[in-house]
C-alpha cells in the first residue's frame, strides 16, 4: 500500500481526514511497534486541522467549541491525576507549587530596612519625627485646601478632621503656605495637611511635618466619603488605632513615621476604632473602621469615615519648599515605572 | 551594575586594630554622612566601612565639610557641626586629631589647608586661618554658601553665597578681595538679577566657574578686567546645589535639588549629557582627577560613580544615611578591579582536576535516558504497588 503523498492537504473535510488517519496506525502496529520506516508515516505526524482555516462560521464555532471541551477534559484529568499521585506518595509528594505574583516577584531593594540595623535605627532616632516617638510634642495638625474649594474637597476636609484627633480646619483664603507655615508655627501645629482640588474631586494631598520636617506629596485617587459608604455608622471622637502595614524600605519607614505622627499616642481602645494605612505595591490605601470581636477568631468590622488612595510624588527635605527645597525622593516615571516589579515604598 | 555592598560596621579603634588597618587600606571614596558618620567605600572589592560607631554620634556631630589634609591624600579633614574639625588617618583608620574651629555662627561651607595649617569658613561669612601663633580672620559677607581653595595656587581662596557675590581673596593679603565679581545687567523686565552662589570651582589657574541657586552657570575671569562672567548659561527647572570641573576643564557637571546630573559644555555653553538613576537631590559631586568617572551622592541614601563618556552607572552603593559630602581619592582603581577581576578568573578557571580526573568524574556519573515510554510504564507500575489496601 503506497503512504498517501505528504502534500495532501486536508482543507474542509475534516471527516474524511480522520476516517483516512484511522487505516494506518492499525497496520503500523501489526509491523513492527518501535521502527519508524521512512515509508510509514504514523498519524501524530499529519498535524490537526487548523480550526481558523475553516470558512464557514457555523461549523468553525462548532469545531472551537469540539476543542475546548476536550482541552478542559485533558486539563482536568491531569491535575486529578497529579492529586492522586500526590495523594499516593503521602508525604513524599513534592511540595505545592506556588503561583508567582507581582509582589513575590518583586525586584531585590537594598533599602530594605532590617530591623536590627544600627545605623539605621540611629537614623531614625534622630530625624524629624523623632520628638513625636519620645514623646516630648503631642501632634497637633491642621488641615486646609487650596483655594476655594467645592463641596466634595469640603466634606472631604470635614471627614478627615473628624477622623484625626486634634485637628483643626482652616479655609485657605488665597494665603501662600509658605507664609501660612510661620502663623501654624507660632500656633504650635505639628503638621500640615493641605489636599488639593482638580475639577471639583480631592486630587492631591500635601503633608508637611512642623517645625522643619519632611514635606510629602501624594496623589489622592478613589474617594469615597461617609455618605457614599453604604451603612456606614458615624465616628465618635475616640483615639483610633494606627495600622501601618508593608513600609518596608527606607523611604517607606519615612513615611510610614509621618503618618504615625499624625495621630495622639495612646489609642482608647474603648473607641474601637482604626485607621489603616495599607502599603501595596506603592499605592497606600487608607481605611477607617469600627471593630467588634464577636469571639476570639472572628471580628467584625464597619467601616467609617473616608477611604482614598495616595502614592508618593515626592518627599521633600524640610518644609514647604518647591522651587528651591532639597528633595529626598522624588518619582521620575520614565525611570522608574520601567518595570512592574520594581517598588520603592 | 548594582553591585551589592558588604556593610562593615566597625568598632571602637580599641578593638581589633589590624581589622581596622586592613579596612582602611585604599579606600577611593570618603563620604561624610549627615548623622556625622564617616565611611570609605573601596570600589574594587565593593565593600563600604564605618569609622565609627554609630550609636555614640549625635547631631551635632554632622559632617559639614570634608577635605583631604596632604598631598598625598593620606589623610582627610572633616569639619562637624559643632565646630570641630577632626583628622582622619587614612593608613591608621582612625581619628587621629580634633581641633577646636569653632568661630562665627553657622556651618562649615569650607575647608582647606593652607601650609600645614586649616582655613576654615563659615556660613555667617567668617574666614579664618588657624595658625598656632595668630589667626588670620577675613570677613567675608554674610550667607556664605561654599568656600573653595585654587589647588594650582594654594594660597588663593574663593567664596559665595546668597546675595553674596563671587569674591576671590587672597590669604596673605586678608584686607580686600582681589577679585569681586560683579552681578549681570538686569534681565529683560529691567528686574535686577537676584545673586545665589550655591558651589563654585576653580577651571584652571585664574578662571572659575559657579552655580546658582537660581540655575545659572556662569564662568569668570579675574585675569581680565571684566567683572562680568564671561559666560552665563541658564539650565534646568531646578536650583543647582553641586558642581565640578570633569579633567579635560572643558565641562563641567551640575547637580540639582532635584537629582538631575548634567554635563554643561563651557565653550558653546549647553548641556551636552544627563546621567540618569537618582531619586534624590544631589548634594556633593566630584570628578576623577584623571579618569572619566564622576562620584556623586545625595539625599538619598545613595553612592553613585557613572562613567563621564558612556553615561553609564559603575557602581551605585547604598551607605544608609543621608550624604552630605564626598572626596574622590586620585588613585587608578580600574586597575585593581581588573586585577580582582582577573584572580577570579583565575581561580575559576584552574581547578585542580586534571583531564584524567575529569573524564572519570564524567565517566562515573550515570547517563540520563531519554524514554517517555519507560516512565510511564514505571509510573504505572508504581502507582500499582502503592494503592492503599482497603
Given at each position: 500500500m503506497t503512504?498517501?503523498?505528504?502534500?495532501?492537504?486536508?482543507p474542509n473535510f475534516p471527516k474524511m481526514a480522520t476516517s483516512k488517519k484511522k487505516k494506518m496506525p492499525v497496520r503500523e502496529e501489526t509491523q513492527d511497534v518501535e521502527n519508524d520506516s521512512a515509508m510509514a508515516v504514523p498519524s501524530s505526524a499529519i498535524p490537526p486541522p487548523n480550526i481558523s482555516s475553516i470558512k464557514n462560521k457555523m461549523r468553525r464555532t462548532q469545531e472551537f467549541i469540539k476543542l475546548k471541551r476536550q482541552r478542559r477534559k485533558e486539563k482536568k484529568e491531569l491535575q486529578k491525576k497529579k492529586k492522586r499521585e500526590a495523594e499516593a506518595l503521602g508525604d513524599e509528594a513534592p511540595?505545592?507549587?506556588?503561583?508567582?505574583?507581582?509582589?513575590?516577584?518583586?525586584?531585590?531593594?537594598?533599602?530594605?530596612?532590617?530591623?536590627?540595623?544600627?545605623?539605621?535605627?540611629?537614623d531614625e532616632a534622630h530625624d524629624e519625627m523623632a520628638s513625636y516617638f519620645t514623646r516630648d510634642t503631642r501632634p497637633k495638625v491642621l488641615i486646609t485646601s487650596s483655594d476655594r474649594p467645592r463641596s466634595t474637597t469640603t466634606r472631604f476636609l470635614k471627614e478627615?478632621?473628624?477622623?484625626?484627633?486634634?485637628?483643626?480646619?482652616?479655609?485657605r483664603r488665597g494665603l501662600d503656605l509658605k507664609k501660612v507655615i510661620p502663623q501654624a508655627l507660632s500656633k504650635e501645629f505639628t503638621d500640615i495637611i493641605v489636599i488639593n482640588e482638580d475639577r471639583r474631586k480631592p486630587n492631591g494631598m500635601l503633608l508637611c511635618h512642623l517645625p522643619d520636617g519632611p514635606t510629602a506629596h501624594f496623589k489622592i485617587s478613589n474617594v469615597k466619603l461617609h455618605d457614599e459608604i453604604k451603612r456606614a455608622p458615624k465616628s465618635t471622637e475616640h483615639h483610633p488605632e494606627v495600622i501601618l502595614n508593608n513600609f518596608n524600605t527606607r523611604l517607606g519607614h519615612t513615611v510610614?513615621?509621618?503618618?504615625?505622627?499624625?495621630?495622639?499616642?495612646?489609642?482608647q481602645f474603648s473607641g474601637r476604632q482604626a485607621v489603616t494605612f495599607h502599603n501595596q505595591r506603592d499605592f497606600i490605601f487608607f481605611r477607617h473602621h469600627r471593630y467588634l470581636f464577636k469571639n476570639n477568631k472572628r471580628v467584625g468590622l464597619n467601616?467609617?469615615?473616608?477611604?482614598?488612595?495616595?502614592?508618593?510624588r515626592s518627599l521633600q527635605k524640610g518644609t514647604f519648599d518647591s522651587k528651591f527645597g532639597e528633595y529626598e525622593w522624588v518619582h521620575k516615571r520614565h525611570e522608574m515605572d520601567t518595570s512592574r516589579r520594581k517598588f520603592f515604598l | 551594575m548594582n553591585a551589592l555592598y558588604v556593610d562593615h560596621l566597625e568598632t571602637f579603634p580599641s578593638q581589633n586594630p589590624p581589622a581596622r588597618k586592613m579596612a582602611a587600606s585604599m579606600q577611593h571614596v570618603y563620604v561624610g554622612a549627615a548623622t556625622g558618620v564617616f565611611k570609605g567605600v573601596n570600589l574594587a572589592k565593593k565593600t563600604a566601612t564605618n569609622f565609627q560607631n554609630v550609636a555614640s554620634l549625635s547631631k551635632e556631630e554632622e559632617i559639614c565639610a570634608m577635605c583631604w589634609g596632604n598631598q598625598q591624600e593620606s589623610q582627610v579633614c572633616v569639619g562637624l557641626k559643632n565646630g570641630l574639625v577632626k583628622t582622619f588617618d587614612a593608613e591608621q583608620g582612625e581619628f587621629t586629631d580634633c581641633t577646636n574651629c569653632a568661630g562665627g555662627e553657622g556651618r562649615f561651607?569650607?575647608?582647606?589647608?593652607?601650609?600645614?595649617?586649616?582655613?576654615?569658613?563659615?556660613?555667617?561669612?567668617?574666614?579664618?586661618?588657624?595658625?598656632?601663633?595668630?589667626?588670620?580672620?577675613?570677613?567675608?559677607?554674610?550667607?556664605?554658601?561654599?568656600?573653595r581653595q585654587n589647588h594650582a595656587r594654594p594660597h588663593q581662596v574663593a567664596t559665595g553665597g546668597k546675595e553674596n557675590e563671587l569674591k576671590l581673596w587672597d590669604i596673605q593679603q586678608p584686607e580686600k578681595p582681589i577679585f569681586k565679581a560683579k552681578n549681570v545687567r538686569n534681565d529683560f523686565l529691567d528686574l535686577r538679577v537676584p545673586v545665589w552662589v550655591t558651589d563654585l570651582q576653580f577651571l584652571s589657574e585664574q578662571?572659575?566657574?559657579?552655580?546658582?541657586?537660581h540655575r545659572q552657570v556662569r564662568v569668570y575671569d579675574p585675569a581680565t578686567p571684566q567683572r562680568r562672567p564671561a559666560l552665563s548659561v541658564e539650565l534646568g527647572e531646578y536650583a543647582l546645589t553641586a558642581l565640578s570641573v570633569t579633567p579635560d576643564s572643558h565641562s563641567v557637571i551640575v547637580g540639582d535639588s532635584q537629582g538631575s546630573m548634567v554635563m554643561v559644555d563651557l565653550r558653546m555653553g549647553k548641556v551636552q549629557k544627563a546621567f540618569k538613576g537618582f531619586a534624590g537631590g544631589i548634594r556633593s559631586l566630584q570628578c576623577h582627577p584623571s579618569l572619566p568617572l564622576v562620584a556623586s551622592c545625595g539625599l538619598d541614601r545613595f553612592l553613585r560613580i557613572h562613567d563621564i563618556n558612556t553615561k553609564e552607572m559603575l557602581h551605585k552603593v547604598y551607605l544608609k544615611s543621608k550624604l552630605n559630602c564626598l572626596l574622590f581619592s586620585s588613585a587608578d582603581f580600574t586597575q585593581e578591579q581588573t586585577e580582582t577581576a582577573k584572580?577570579?578568573?583565575?581561580?575559576?578557571?584552574?581547578?585542580?582536576?586534571?583531564?584524567?580526573?575529569?573524564?572519570?568524574?564524567?565517566?562515573?556519573?550515570?547517563?540520563?535516558?531519554?524514554?517517555?515510554?519507560?516512565?510511564?510504564?514505571?509510573?504505572?507500575?508504581?502507582?500499582?504497588?502503592?494503592?492503599?489496601?482497603?
Open positions: 503512504c498517501p503523498p505528504t502534500s495532501w492537504s486536508i511540595p505545592k507549587k506556588v503561583p508567582r505574583t507581582i509582589e513575590n516577584m518583586r525586584v531585590f531593594d537594598e533599602t530594605m530596612v532590617d530591623p536590627q540595623d544600627e545605623e539605621v535605627l540611629h478627615l478632621g473628624q477622623c484625626i484627633p486634634n485637628s483643626e480646619i482652616y479655609y510610614g513615621r509621618m503618618f504615625a505622627a499624625l495621630f495622639p499616642h495612646d489609642p467601616e467609617l469615615g473616608p477611604r482614598f488612595t495616595l502614592k508618593l | 561651607t569650607g575647608l582647606a589647608k593652607y601650609q600645614e595649617s586649616l582655613v576654615t569658613c563659615v556660613e555667617s561669612g567668617l574666614l579664618r586661618v588657624w595658625k598656632d601663633e595668630d589667626k588670620v580672620d577675613i570677613e567675608v559677607g554674610k550667607d556664605v554658601c561654599r568656600m578662571k572659575l566657574v559657579t552655580c546658582t541657586g584572580k577570579q578568573k583565575r581561580k575559576l578557571e584552574s581547578s585542580n582536576l586534571t583531564e584524567e580526573d575529569e573524564d572519570e568524574l564524567w565517566g562515573s556519573m550515570s547517563v540520563v535516558q531519554d524514554s517517555k515510554k519507560a516512565d510511564k510504564t514505571k509510573r504505572k507500575s508504581k502507582s500499582k504497588k502503592l494503592k492503599k489496601p482497603k
